[in-house]
């Protein structure tokens, strides 16, 4: 009952520091996801596509320009590679882009931007962003270098994924889905979600610049109520983290790190904001 409690009052305080941060950044920074109509679909339906940013009162459909992503791609069930940038059309009315997918089985679609985007954060505001997302490097250098009293800065790069289930559950190939696919920063399932019958437990493996990464901050979010993440876990030596498995519902898993910048470049850290979504009927 204890530790309950513990890891409520922990992720109250994640939402409320986190709702401070963003209404200081319009949430520029923050949670970032590819969202599908639907995660489940038959075979050649069209699938309207949003990208999202921002929890909470905050959430929105994100104002990023095309110019700014460098790959937008699904890996089909067969291990090949989808070209899907041409679907984007940022900003229409009620979507982003769609998709049309063919084959049964799961596809994992990948969003990739450039790292041109910068965050500028009052020193006690940059400081909190960093205890709440665990990024324990930038706190490191700050503590060491004797800056936790000067503003903050960063350039950043989003990196999303998101799993979409074509035809029944159990049809097709469910093997991608736990691959690494070689991205900066990256969570990769070490199930599916939507294998049958589902385990109890959702493991997921976290990778920075192609290793395991220890003491991540990792967040599963219900997209359906996500003003705070329902549960939080920091990756281990292995770089792993073990989440209990949804039953049903649409989530988000999110995972940021950071490294500092040389002091002859702009800003003074270089940050990567990585997702993954899916939903379960």
């Not at 050649?44 to 949003?50: F, H, K, Q, S, Y």
């Not at 736990?178 to 019958?197: A, D, H, K, M, Q």
């Not at 498995?245 to 002859?264: D, E, F, Y």
Request: aromatic share 8%.
């Amino acid at each position: 009952m204890r530790s309950r409690r513990f890891e409520q009052t922990r992720v109250t305080l994640i939402a409320a520091v986190l709702l401070g941060i963003c209404g200081a950044s319009a949430c520029e920074g923050h949670d970032f996801w590819i969202q599908p109509g639907e995660y489940w679909l038959r075979p050649d339906t069209v699938i309207p596509v949003t990208l999202q940013v921002g929890h909470g009162p905050f959430r929105q459909r994100s104002p990023i320009q095309l110019n700014r992503i460098v790959r937008f791609t699904a890996i089909a069930p067969d291990g090949n590679p989808i070209e899907l940038r041409e679907r984007l059309h940022l900003g229409a009315a009620t979507q982003d882009g769609d998709l049309l997918l063919h084959a049964p089985g799961a596809y994992v679609l990948v969003l990739e931007t450039d790292d041109r985007a910068q965050s500028h954060l009052p020193a006690i505001r940059f400081n909190d962003y960093l205890k709440v997302e665990g990024l324990t490097p930038a706190l490191t250098q700050r503590e060491r270098t004797h800056r936790m009293d000067v503003d903050g800065s960063e350039n950043y790069s989003r990196r999303a994924k998101s799993l979409i289930q074509i035809g029944p559950a159990g049809t097709g190939s469910q093997a991608q889905v736990t691959r690494p696919l070689g991205l900066p920063l990256e969570i990769v399932p070490e199930v599916s979600p939507y294998t049958v019958p589902r385990p109890g437990y959702f493991p997921v493996h976290v990778l920075y610049e192609g290793r395991p990464l220890a003491g991540a901050l990792v967040k599963l979010t219900n997209l359906a109520h996500d003003a705070a993440p329902l549960e939080t876990h920091l990756t281990d030596e292995t770089g792993r983290a073990t989440f209990t498995m949804p039953s049903n519902g649409t989530w988000l898993l999110n995972v940021i790190w950071t490294k500092a910048l040389p002091s002859s470049r702009e800003t003074d850290f270089e940050t990567v904001f990585s997702s993954l979504s899916f939903g379960l009927p």
